[in-house]
């Protein structure tokens, strides 16, 4: 069987005999010499066991067909600690490199804004390695993206283009420039101004005012600067605001890999990147209306418990921050916790963020993940004042 035919989902077998060119491929995604020989090592297990291979294949056919990959099916994976199921879901990926390197050469873009995207594989080993005790790669739905070529890495932070499904319609004042955010879909409300739906809501809830005429909004709650709803809705003359950010439009969602301190000057960096890079490598995509993002990030809390100079109030209070609608803390915990999450006893505690948002929690906050959002041009991030 020639070299160029073992890239086919089929053959994944026939890949896993080749552990030079599988070694060589890890490699080239970044990951760790030691780490290497682990999946080298986990394809000789798996070779062993012909019903996994069969599975492989399946997993592998499945991965990069439009509408035909279902996670549920690899929930039972690892099915133990051995090395071929530890690393059993990155032998689908691996095999996909060459498709994806020829995707990138096609669109011009440069090899290593691959290397440093693909370098999410490594950081999810350690990440297994710091959550369970044990070096594994498990996390194959969210790197089919890096694969599908929809998450890139530019600097410090991870983009996405996306079509806008939020709860929220970003205007603009049309003489003035001024910016708003409404909420525009059916939820119910708290008087602490995040929706009832999200973990630690309490007290009356009352329903959502929103109406539109004509494709203007007409009434509807504000998002006030420090990212919560206003309890009574404003009335919006007509004629006077545009949408600038509406559900259908085109958008990148950010996304923030572990690894590296969130340092602000990184952060500028990145939007001043991806502000030039998506109009050049794909100018054939809608216009992009903004760029959105989902964290624990964007806990209100954060800036309450850490200096205003912090990384992560800064970074926070670069977006228009808003609530989300069925937010958790489970990111929180899982992030800043560690494997300890929701179990951290104070004698566990480490460093400055713990102990903080520890003794804030004790108090009675519950620390829900929220959103932020920012309009073009998007080189300005860090820079516009929204308020």
């Known amino acids: 069987m020639s070299v160029s035919n073992i890239y086919h989902p089929a053959f994944i077998g026939e890949y896993l005999r080749t552990p030079g060119l599988l070694n060589h491929d890890a490699a080239w995604c970044g990951i760790s010499p030691e780490y290497c020989k682990m999946i080298t090592d986990a394809a000789r297990e798996l070779l062993q066991n012909p019903e996994r291979i069969a599975d492989l294949a399946h997993c592998a056919s499945t991965l ?3 509408g035909k990959w279902d996670p549920r099916q690899w929930k039972d994976t690892p099915r133990d600690d051995s090395l071929g199921e530890r690393f059993f879901l990155v032998f689908p990926l691996l095999q996909h490199l060459s498709v994806i390197r020829q995707w990138y050469a096609a669109r011009g873009i440069p090899e290593g804004v691959l290397h440093d995207t693909l370098a999410d594989i490594q950081l999810w080993i350690e990440t297994n390695k710091q959550w369970r005790g044990l070096p594994a790669f498990q996390q194959v739905s969210w790197l089919r993206e890096h694969f599908h070529g929809r998450v890139i890495r530019l600097g410090r932070l991870q983009f996405q283009p996306a079509t806008y499904n939020g709860t929220f319609i970003a205007l603009a004042h049309r003489q003035n420039g001024d910016i708003c955010v ?5 939820h119910a409300l708290t008087q602490q101004g995040i929706f009832a739906d999200s973990e630690g809501a309490s007290g009356a809830t009352f329903e959502l005012t929103f109406s539109e005429v004509a494709g203007e909004v007409r009434r509807a709650h504000v998002v006030q600067p420090n990212g919560t709803l206003a309890l009574t809705p404003t009335d919006f003359a007509p004629g006077c605001w545009e949408q600038k950010l509406a559900p259908g439009d085109a958008h990148l969602a950010l996304h923030i890999p572990a690894g ?3 340092l602000f000057a990184d952060c500028q960096d990145s939007f001043q990147q991806a502000a030039a890079f998506y109009p050049r490598y794909f100018s054939d995509s809608p216009e992009l209306r903004a760029v959105t993002c989902s964290s624990w990030l964007f806990y209100p809390g954060l800036c309450d418990i850490l200096p205003a100079s912090a ?7 670069a977006f228009l921050r808003l609530p989300a609608p069925d937010a958790t803390a489970d990111q929180t915990y899982q992030r800043v916790f560690g494997p300890n999450g929701r179990t951290i006893t104070r004698e566990k505690l480490q460093g400055t963020l713990q102990h903080q948002l520890f003794d804030h929690i004790q108090a009675g906050h519950v620390p829900i993940s929220a959103s932020g959002l ?4 998007f080189e300005n991030w860090g820079t516009t004042e929204y308020f």
């Not at 990384?311 to 209070?317: A, L, S, T, W």
């Not at 920012?374 to 041009?377: M, S, T, V, W, Y």
């Open 182 to 186: 409404v909420a525009c879909g059916k």
């Open 374 to 377: 920012i309009l073009p041009p």
């Open 260 to 262: 590296e301190p969130l």
């Open 311 to 317: 990384n992560i109030v800064r970074f926070q209070q």
């Open 64 to 66: 990069f067909a439009p």
